[in-house]
């Protein structure tokens, strides 16, 4: 046996020949499987010193079963799959890796804005189905506004994206401290009302979940377009299919959604100026090593007694 367990308990057919060559290097015994219940993480990570997850729930019971684990890593920039409270309780750190596929998320979210800027499903359908595309209301882009929800790594790289193609950006973050070349701050009824796309980047957490609704979606210009590539439940589903119906925004690009996988029988993907793409924004050949080796050097360091730079409840360590 290595000096510590490591246990993943949802690899979801990835791969871990990356991890476990890290972790063997120092040490580490790393043991993977899906798991489907909390009897079966207990099974697997009673004995484990740290516990890696990617969309496994890890609440109250799992940490009272598994009492030698130090440490939970999320592959991924979000945590709401973990009790970060129940957590902190127990004296477990919970960490991320914040910096992992920026670029690929910042790209989709700029590939689904100008996709829908101009019209390019309906253009390709156009096409495939022998018609002519009809030349519907288009806006120009170059002038016009992008509204960012939520200001972190993710709002910054999609901020520059969008300055280059002349888009005005502005930004609502109530954790934001304001750069000198940040987006201009506003309010979120601010933001919603001026922009002509508006673009999330949040985290899902008890505040954001459900934070845009009827109420939100109805500040919006009719001309407009709503982006989320950040967590479903942000954006309300069943209020966006009111809105899309009713033609209170022009359109939208989601790549997240309330349940995952999406339904074919979800009732937005009937509406043609919706762009639906799986979860996916965050995957690239290299995204996907970097990740795992971020998880793994995240879960050396705590073990190691460090304190990770992506350690989302410090107070644990206080």
Not at 74 to 97: E, K, L
């Amino acid at each position: 046996m290595g000096r510590f367990k490591v246990a993943n308990v949802d690899p979801l057919g990835r791969s871990v020949a990356v991890e476990t060559e890290i972790f063997a290097a120092t040490g580490i015994d790393l043991e993977a499987q899906r798991c489907t219940s909390d009897a079966e993480v207990i099974a697997l990570a009673h004995d484990a010193d740290a516990l890696l997850c990617t969309v496994y729930p890890i609440g109250a019971d799992v940490l009272a079963g598994c009492p030698r684990v130090k440490v939970i890593v999320r592959y991924g920039v979000g945590v709401d799959n973990v009790d970060v409270a129940a957590a902190t309780a127990a004296g477990v750190m919970v960490c991320n890796v914040p910096d992992y596929c920026i670029d690929e998320v910042a790209n989709h979210t700029m590939g689904l804005l100008l996709a829908l800027n101009r019209r390019l499903v309906q253009q390709a359908g156009a096409v495939r189905s022998g018609q002519r595309a009809p030349l519907a209301p288009m806006g120009p882009l170059r002038g016009e506004t992008l509204g960012l929800i939520g200001l972190g790594r993710l709002g910054r790289a999609v901020a520059e994206r969008a300055r280059a193609f002349g888009l005005t950006v502005i930004a609502h973050d109530p954790y934001a401290r304001g750069a000198a070349d940040d987006p201009s701050l506003c309010s979120l009824d601010d933001l919603l009302r001026q922009s002509d796309y508006v673009s999330i980047h949040a985290p899902l957490t008890d505040q954001t979940r459900g934070l845009i609704g009827d109420a939100q979606l109805a500040l919006m210009k009719p001309s407009a377009y709503i982006v989320s590539t950040a967590r479903g439940g942000i954006v309300s589903e069943a209020a966006l299919e009111r809105a899309l119906a009713a033609g209170t925004i022009a359109g939208a690009g989601l790549d997240v959604w309330e349940n995952e996988p999406v339904s074919p029988d979800n009732p937005l993907l009937r509406f043609p100026q919706l762009i639906p793409t799986p979860h996916m924004a965050y995957f690239s050949d290299t995204s996907a090593v970097a990740l795992r080796r971020g998880v793994a050097q995240v879960t050396i360091e705590a073990l190691d007694g460090a304190i990770p730079a992506s350690l989302v409840n410090p107070e644990v360590v206080k």
